[in-house]
């Protein structure tokens, strides 16, 4: 048996056509990573692969061309198109998976195995194709795996390359041009060692001379050795890619530990660092164009008795689905950051002092949103206090400083409320009641309130009515509540007529409630001293029953203890005349009084409401235990409902039903809320 032998110009022609016929398939598949052509990426991988498999298909065919076959062979045009399309549907899945943003090693190893065996599929298809008469065909197994890997080692070298600078700028031609002639050369290196694996029986003898069989081991020889630096060549590509990936595995890593540093664990949220920094771009910036940054600070209440109440996992998940919440509702010119514990810095550029305030509002509303935890409803609120750029502070640290002066000021006010820094820069201003009852009178004209709606419990945790409580929308303050306002309202009357419009405001809200069949009544609203005191009281009750027709006893007048105590002998028989009326009554603030015990027996009144000074430390086996089991157990015999204001925590909820309280009111069951967001918390109880 003998070797094929070859035309050596035809030889050099069939290397001429591989070349020119990449070089046109690498020019069209770098089209891919142009941004201008991405929406034909399909179209152009498409192509490319088509276009390498005829750079494939030609070079075999110009090949035999250059083979010297006897006399009376041909080729079977079925076989034919067939080896083509195993050439053109590798490529283009071999072009396809070399063309993504990267190139692990894996994946060029993969694009290189499809496209060797691509190469190496048409070339054995197309000598399944040949037919010579009288002769048979064989093949040398060892050569035919080394055609093979010379063809899968050839082809992820150009790959590597192709990948490799596929962003270059310089040298563009040229680099395209090597890379086509590695490709054109694993096709033929494929091909000719291919060929050098076949044989032919011994009647072909006589169609090769002696120095044409030396010719052909000559070219055979040099193929081959060519084929051999493919195969390091690709190995050492592999190997570099293989530390590339590394290289971006490691690049990956540190920016992930510097992302960390500059971001809260627990939310994700960038943190104090990563505000400083965000504080020095932005504060230039805005002063080149003269516009304002608001600042919010944000610290959640009494946050401390969820993690006691129901744990910190609970609390933990509670601070992530807050600042998830917020986070949602944030636009591209508004940031959040965690500064630590339950803490937290809200920047929005671009606001003026008016667009604050009103933006506040929205926060606490969202933060009051119930939270489902576990299976558990849990309800938090937040002090929130506002400090503007350049106003307050032309850096971070006095911004940051003043903010959280105007987040105390909202603590005092009772929370639940925001204040601005810029009504508090003087201490006297704060505190200043002259200025506070300068605006009250305005506040009364205009009916500046609102009635906030804090929900009391039974000891199954059920709703079993609200208490009314007064808060004054400042034009400038912000939301205020009673703490800030009603010493000053006291010593000039103006609580007389801001009482009588909470009572109006009330019996519009059990006339609503009533006719809706609502669980939210009986609302129990305050009466001040000097409104106990006043003569119109009664007819104004008169008057707003009749006109609300509301049933008397859905409404609950509360007074203080020393209210009450003041002249005993009158209070009697005013709490006489209200409750003939069919108004119930309770004794607010019960047990700071004197006497308490002394005139309890001959007060007129349907419930008592037990002082939440007692209710702070109550621990188990603790003295308030005992004063509490004391107060329970003889209100109770006299017939009279108990409820405990300032629950805090489960442990007191639990203590005082165990001691027979009959009510709770308090943060852990319910915040003031308005009566928007009072339905909406308790609705799903209802349903």
Known sequence: MVHVDYDNTLVIVSILVAVVTCYAAVSMEELVFKAAYKKFEKSILIASGLILGLAIWSMHFVGMLASHLPEGHYF?????????????????????????????????????????????????????????????????????????????????????????????????????????????????????????ATFFNESLMSTASPAQTEQSILLFTIIFIASLVFVAGFAVAVLEARLEQRNQQLMLINKELATQSLHDSLTKLPNRLFLTDYAEVIFPLHHLHNQKVAFFYIDLDRFKSVNDAFGHHIGDQLLIQMAHRLKSKLNANQRLFRIGGDEFVLISENTESTEAMKFADEILHHIQETYLIAGKDINISASLGIAIYPEHGRNIQDLLINADIAMLISKDQGRNTYTMFNAMSDQQDVRSQSKLINDLYKAVDEQQFVLFYQPKFTANYEVCGVEALIRWEHPSLGLLTPQMFIDGAEKTGLIIPMGYWA?????????????????????????????????????????????????????????????????????????????????????????TGYSSFLYLKDLPVDELKIDRGFIIDLQPNSKEEAILESIIHLATKLGLTVTAEGVETQQQADILTKLGCHQLQGYLLGTPVNIEALVLHHQHNFA
């Open 76 to 196: 079977d045009i079925g076989l034919t198109i067939l080896s083509y399309l195993i050439g053109a549907v590798a490529s283009i899945f071999a072009v396809w998976l070399t063309s993504r943003p990267t190139l692990p090693a894996a994946r060029l190893i993969l694009g290189a195995v499809f496209m060797g065996l691509g190469i190496s599929g048409m070339h054995y298809t197309g000598m399944m194709a040949l037919t010579v008469d009288y002769h048979q065909v064989y093949y040398d197994p060892l050569l035919v795996i080394c055609s093979i890997l010379i063809a899968i080692s050839g082809s992820g070298l150009s790959f590597f390359f192709i990948f490799k600078y596929k962003a270059a700028i310089r040298h563009r031609v040229t680099l395209k041009a090597i890379v086509a002639l590695l490709m054109a050369l694993s096709i033929v290196g494929m091909h000719y060692t291919g060929m050098a």
């Open 503 to 591: 009572l109006e405001q009330a019996c519009q809200q059990i006339q609503k409630w009533e006719q809706n069949n609502s669980p939210f009544y009986p609302i129990a609203v305050n009466l001040s001293a000097l409104q106990f005191e006043n003569k119109k009281l009664f007819s104004v009750l008169e008057q707003l029953i009749a006109q609300y027709q509301i049933k008397p006893h859905n409404l609950i007048l509360e007074i203080t203890e020393s209210t009450a105590m003041h002249h005993i002998d009158s209070s009697i028989r005013t709490l006489e005349r209200l409750r003939q009326l069919g108004i119930r009554i309770a004794i607010d603030d019960f047990g």
